[in-house]
């Protein structure tokens, strides 16, 4: 299968923005094993900005924009150096694709990303992506960013024509309110269909180190299910899950893209 994770700030740091050493170690180990069962993977991975944060001993997330440019600008480097040092342990080679709106809104530019992402895949490798958040702004009126990585991830796995997106988040996926605060909000297994119920659902952002929520994992899933493609909102913090995600087991919220696709659609 051809699969597109997302990892989120929130699985790769801890709130002081350094590196959460143990969960990125386990979860590599889990994405280099799914590799060297013959799937095809693609990361996108968050916390440039985040990983800035703790290297440049920043006290929070910054607010203005050149700080947070300067951020991704040395966390993007940080992040690969993570990547690439953990990935050799296995003998993966990763590589950095970095891109903008304007990548994807215009055809020939994504086009050409594409041409890449095969042509990486083709060689074994494993292309990591993010947004260039050191040149992509947003002022007033004039966006360049596609803003966070959830829909990025969406938008990455319809290029690549991915079967499976997974969202690693920091809750184990939809519920029917925000189970941080409501002890009686219920788990959602499985969604064929983003109604607008299902859209009130979402309240709220995320943690303050990344920049998604719910509203913007919804976003995604629309995205991805138009394209045929599944998608599951999982919990990060347990890499191991993600195994018995691929097998089609459910774990998380997974939103049926393509009928059969994963040829387990008993549970609504
Ligand atoms: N591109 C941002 C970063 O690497 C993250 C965006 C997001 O968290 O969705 O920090």
Known sequence: MKIIIKIGTSTLAHMTGHLNIRHVEELVKVLAD?????????????????????????????????????????????????????FAQYGHTVAQVLLTRDDVDDAERKRNFENVMSRLMELGVLPIVNE???????????????????????????CVGADLLILLSDIDGLYTS??????????????HEITPEIEALAGGAGSALGSGGMTTKLKAAKIAMENGCDMVIANGQKPETLYDIVEGNYTGTRFIGSIGNMGKESET
């Open 34 to 86: 799914l590799k060297n069962a013959g799937h095809s993977l693609v990361l996108v991975s968050s916390g440039a900005i985040g990983m800035g944060v703790g290297k440049l001993n920043l006290a929070n997330r910054p607010d203005d924009m050149p700080t947070k440019q300067a951020a991704a600008a040395v966390g993007q480097c940080e992040l690969m150096y993570t990547y690439d040092r953990l």
């Open 178 to 191: 925000d189970p941080r605060k409501d002890p009686d909000a219920a788990f959602i297994p499985v969604v």
């Open 132 to 158: 260039n958040d050191a040149v992509a702004t947003d002022e007033v009126g004039v966006s360049t960013t596609i803003g966070e990585n959830d829909t990025l991830s969406a938008i990455v796995a319809g």
